[in-house]
């Protein structure tokens, strides 16, 4: 995609899951990437991997708790000093605390503290190199459990609802500075963990929950997502193709929320 071969990026949570994919894509495409993770071991590892496979340095890890300013700032300048500025933040980082009106207060503070003040924070430090670059793009990763009602995760939802609208106003914001800001919404993802969770909690392959009216049955196109089809929408949004495209949830859900 045109305006990604050669540009520098972040990526929160990007050692694995979606966030892995999102790092495969843009190297694919040409752009050096830091992957800003808590998770050190698959951080480095997916590092050393993509390096050996390209051949070159195109990215970098530092540990990362996005809700941690100091943190945030350590991994900005980090990649300003390995890539030369950021021109596009990817903030896929997030605390998945699924839990209803039962939630204990602790609970609600980290579900917060990652996935609000983290985007908020990684958006407060990243724009200001996005704007002496000349502008940039900046995606923020939702939910359609930003969207609808589910019964039993209302911590997780009200945090992605919080993003929806906070993509709305980041985009006002920064559009003086040719600053782009947009959302993707993705249904169901077949990651790590929900590959885990289906397996150990509902004693489920990835082919019964696709099959299973309450999972895949949910998706217009009757199955879950690969993690590589959230990127390529991320990637699209990050292009010169979508260059009037700002202020934007993008629903990649197959359909979830048509229904």
Known sequence: MRGLSGQSAIVT??????????????????????????NEEYGKA?????????????????????SDEDSVERAV?????SF?????????????????????????????????MGQALCVKHSAPFMKAAGGGSIVNIASISGHIAQAGLMTYS???GAVVNMTR??????ASDN?????????????????????????MTREQADRDPEIG?????????????????????????????TGTNLMVDAGYTAM
């Open 179 to 203: 600053i782009r800001v947009n959302a993707v919404n993705p249904g169901t993802v077949w990651n790590e963990n929900n590959e885990r969770f289906h397996r150990e909690v509902l004693g």
């Open 158 to 160: 009200t945090t992605k």
């Open 84 to 116: 030369g500025g950021v021109r596009f933040l990817i903030n896929c980082a997030a605390a998945f605390i699924m839990r209803g009106v039962e939630a204990t207060v602790d609970e609600w503070r980290r579900v917060m503290d990652v996935n609000i």
């Open 77 to 81: 300048a980090a990649a300003v000093e």
């Open 169 to 174: 106003c980041m985009a006002l914001e920064l």
């Open 13 to 38: 949570g990007g050692a694995q899951g979606i966030g892995r994919a999102v790092v495969d894509r843009l190297v694919e495409e040409g752009a050096h990437v830091l992957i800003a993770d808590v």
């Open 46 to 66: 997916a590092v050393e991997e993509i390096n050996a496979r390209v051949g070159s340095p195109v990215t970098r890890f530092v540990r990362t708790d996005v």
């Open 217 to 245: 049955g949910r998706h217009l196109l009757g199955r879950t997502a690969d993690p590589e089809e959230i990127a390529a929408s991320v990637a699209f949004l990050l292009s010169a193709e979508a260059s009037y495209i």
